[in-house]
C-alpha cells in the first residue's frame, strides 16, 4: 500500500428539501454574492427563483451561461472580474458539475493578482480561494466533494483538470429531486461518467480488497440504480442512491493506498471534448470499453477477471481470458443500453483529426506513466476502435 | 434514503514514516502541547523518545496512564486540569483509541468552565474545544477519523460514547509499522471492534446497494486482512489494509442514507466493560452472534441471507433460513478462530449481575427504538446466551 495524505473537508448535506437550509449555510459568509448557473435549467425546475427568495437578504451578482465543458474564455474570466468588482464573499453554484468546476476556477481566480490561467495550468500554485457552496442538480462528476474542477481553453485545445486543496466546496446541497427533470441524455452521461471515474481507480497495479470492494459497489450501485432512473425518472431512491455514488467519485475515498492509475480515459476524453465540445460523460463511455481492449494482456488480465466476476457476476469457473473479453462486452453493452451513442462518429467525430489529438494526448497528459502505458500511437490506435 | 448532514474534515496522514511529518503538522498551533499517552507501550516501541525529540522546540506536559475504557476520574479530569494550567494549545494523542477518546473529552473540558460530566452527558453543548493531533498504534475503534469517544465513570457504571462536531482530529498520522508489536489479544480485538462496527450500520430497515457493498467489502478485508495480521505481525500490506479498513468504522461513511441502527452491540457490551471491565472488542465480538440469533426472524431474515451471502460467500440456492443460520454460525466460528475467548464467563462475567446491566442498559441505551428493538428482558436473554 502507497503512503497517503488526505481529507475531505467539505459538508455534504443531504435529501428532500434540503435547499431550504441555505440561509443558514450562507450566513456564515459576507453578504455579497456570485451566483454561478448555466443555461437556465434551474429557472425552468423553480430552483433559481427560490434561491433568491431565500437569500433576499444578500447583495447577489450573477453569472450565468456557464457551459458544459465550461470555458476558460468567457466564463472563468468573465466570473473572477466580477468576484473583484464587486468584492464578493462567497460563490454560490447552482448546476451541474460544469458550473461548479467553473465556480472553483474563478474561486481561486478572485484571490490571485495575474491571470488565472497561471493557476489552472500549475505555473503558480493557488495560495488562497474564495469560499464556495453548491446546490448540485445533475448526478455525475462528483465535483461537490472533491477540489477539483476541469476547464477548457478554445483557442489552445486544452482540457485542464485542475486540483487544489483550497477549491473543495465548503457546503454541498443536494436534494435528488432537483434531479427528476435531468434529460435521459444527461442522465445517462451522469451514469457513465461516474462509473467511469470508479473503473480509472480500479484498475492499478496495486489495490486492496478494501478498494477494490468499494469500487465494484459503485459500479453495480450505478448500474441497478442508473437504470432505475431512466426508466423512472421520479424514483427518489434510486435518483438518491446515485447522487450519493456520484459524490464518491473523484475525491479520493476509493483509492487510497492504491498505486497511481493515470486516469487514462480521461486524459483521451479530455482531448476529445477540447477539440469537438462532445458530452463528457458520453465521450468517456465510448472510449472506455476500446481503452480496456487495448491494454488487456497477460499482465492486466487478473483485474479484468475480477472486475468481470464481482461487478457482472460472470461465472468465475470459466477461462480467465474468457471472462476479461466477456467483461469488456458487458461494459460496451450496458453503456449502449442506456442509450449512449457508443461510437464517435454518432457525436460528429471523424478521423480527421486523430493524430493531431492523439499527440496533444500524448504530450500533455503523462499516460506513458498510467496503470498500462499508452504512447501517441496506442491512443490513436483507441480512438480509431472508437470511431 | 433518508436525509443526512455529514463532514468528515480530519486529514489522514498515512503509511511507513509519516510521523517525521509531524512537525509541519503542530506548527500550526501554539507552542504547549498536552501530550496524552496510556501504559508505556508507546515508550517500548521508541515512538515517545521519537515524538519527543521531533518536538524538542515546543513546551510538553504529559497525562499517561490512560486506560483501556478511559476513565473520567482520574484521566479526563486530570487532562483538563491540565490544559487549564498550562493553557494548552493543542491535544497529541499518542496511543490508540482509548488514548484518543479520552483526549477528545479532555479537548472539550478544557474549553468548558464547568463540570466536564456536563458535556459528556450531553447536558450541556461544547461550544468549542481544544485541536486535537494524533498518532494510532492501534487499529481497531476508527476514533481517528471520527468525533466521538467513550468514557466510563466507574462509580455510576456508565459507559458514555459522546460525539461532538467540534471533536473530530485535526491531524491523525497512521503507520501501520507502529501495530507490528500489537498483541495478538489486541489485534482480535481491533479485527472484532472494526467488524462490529460495520455490522452495527449493515443490519437496518432501509439501507441502500452502495451501503452495503462498502460494509461486505469492509467486513471481508477485516476477516481477511485480520487472519494475516496474526499468523506475520510484521506483514506491512494486511496491517495497513486493516489499518485503513479501521478509521472507516465509526465516522459515518458506510451508512450515510441508512435508517438508524441503535448500535445494540455498543449498547450492552459498553454496560459489560463498565461493570467489568472487558476488553471492548472482545465483549463485541462475544455479544454479536448472541444478538445476531436473538433478531434473527422473518422480517430481519433478507438482511442475513445478504450477509451471508456477500460476506460469507455462503450458496445462494440454499433455503433463506439455512443461509441466516450459517451465516451466524460463521461469525461465531471467525471471532473464534482469530482466539478471541467467546463466552462471558471467560473474561470474568458471571450471572450475579445480569438483571441489574439489563435494566441500566434497557433505561440508557434506547434500544427499544433499535433496527430490532430490544427490551430489558431482550437484552438479559442475550447477556445470558453469551454466558
Known amino acids: 500500500m502507497q503512503n497517503f495524505d488526505y481529507q475531505t473537508p467539505t459538508r ?25 448557473y448555466g443555461g437556465g435549467s434551474i429557472k425552468k425546475i423553480g430552483l433559481y427563483q427560490k434561491v433568491l427568495e431565500l437569500l433576499k437578504d444578500y447583495e ?54 495575474g491571470d488565472p490561467w497561471d493557476l489552472i495550468s500549475y505555473k503558480v500554485k493557488a495560495q488562497a480561494a474564495l469560499p464556495i457552496v453548491d446546490i448540485i442538480t445533475l448526478a455525475a462528476t462528483g465535483s461537490e466533494y472533491d477540489c477539483g474542477g476541469v476547464i477548457s481553453r478554445t483557442e489552445t485545445n486544452d482540457k485542464i ?23 435521459r441524455k444527461q442522465t445517462a452521461a451522469g451514469i457513465a461518467d461516474a462509473m ?75 482531448a476529445l471534448s477540447a477539440y469537438y465540445d462532445i458530452t463528457h460523460g458520453e465521450g468517456l463511455a465510448i472510449i472506455t470499453p476500446r481503452w480496456m481492449r487495448h491494454i488487456l494482456n497477460e499482465r492486466t488480465l487478473p483485474r479484468f477477471v475480477k472486475y468481470g466476476i464481482n461487478v457482472f457476476g460472470i461465472d468465475a ?23 449512449i451513442p457508443m461510437h464517435l462518429r454518432e457525436v460528429g467525430i471523424d478521423d480527421s483529426r486523430i493524430g ?23 491512443i490513436a490506435e483507441i480512438i480509431t476502435a472508437s470511431l
Open 317 to 339: 469457473s470459466r477461462p480467465p481470458m474468457e471472462i476479461a473479453n466477456k467483461a469488456i462486452d458487458e461494459t460496451y453493452r450496458f453503456f449502449e443500453s442506456i442509450g
Open 12 to 36: 455534504l448535506i443531504f435529501g428532500k428539501g434540503v435547499v431550504d437550509k441555505l440561509p443558514g449555510v450562507m450566513a456564515q459568509f459576507g453578504k455579497r454574492i456570485l451566483l454561478t
Open 161 to 183: 483538470g485542475y486540483l487544489d486543496r483550497h477549491l473543495f466546496p465548503h457546503t454541498s446541497l443536494l436534494d435528488p429531486e432537483y434531479t427528476f427533470t435531468v434529460s
Open 356 to 378: 493531431e489529438m492523439a499527440h496533444h494526448i500524448a504530450v500533455n497528459e503523462g499516460l506513458e506513466n498510467a496503470y498500462a502505458p499508452l504512447t501517441e500511437k496506442d
Open 60 to 113: 447577489i451578482v450573477e453569472l450565468s451561461g456557464i457551459q458544459p465543458n465550461p470555458k476558460y474564455d468567457p466564463s472563468v474570466l468573465d466570473g473572477v472580474r466580477l468576484c473583484k468588482e464587486h468584492n464578493i464573499d462567497v460563490i454560490l453554484s447552482v448546476g451541474g458539475g460544469s458550473v461548479l468546476d467553473c465556480s472553483k476556477a474563478i474561486a481561486a481566480g478572485a484571490c490571485y493578482e
Open 196 to 270: 467511469n471515474h470508479t473503473m480509472e481507480q480500479y484498475f492499478v497495479e496495486d489495490s486492496t480488497l478494501l478498494n477494490d470492494g468499494f469500487c465494484e459497489s459503485m459500479l453495480r450501485s450505478l448500474m441497478v440504480n442508473g437504470r432505475k432512473c431512466l426508466e423512472n425518472p421520479e424514483d427518489y431512491t434510486a435518483r438518491a442512491e446515485m447522487m450519493l455514488a456520484c459524490t464518491y467519485g473523484c475525491n479520493g475515498i476509493l483509492a487510497l493506498g492504491n498505486s497511481p492509475s493515470g486516469w487514462p480515459c480521461h486524459g483521451i476524453e479530455h
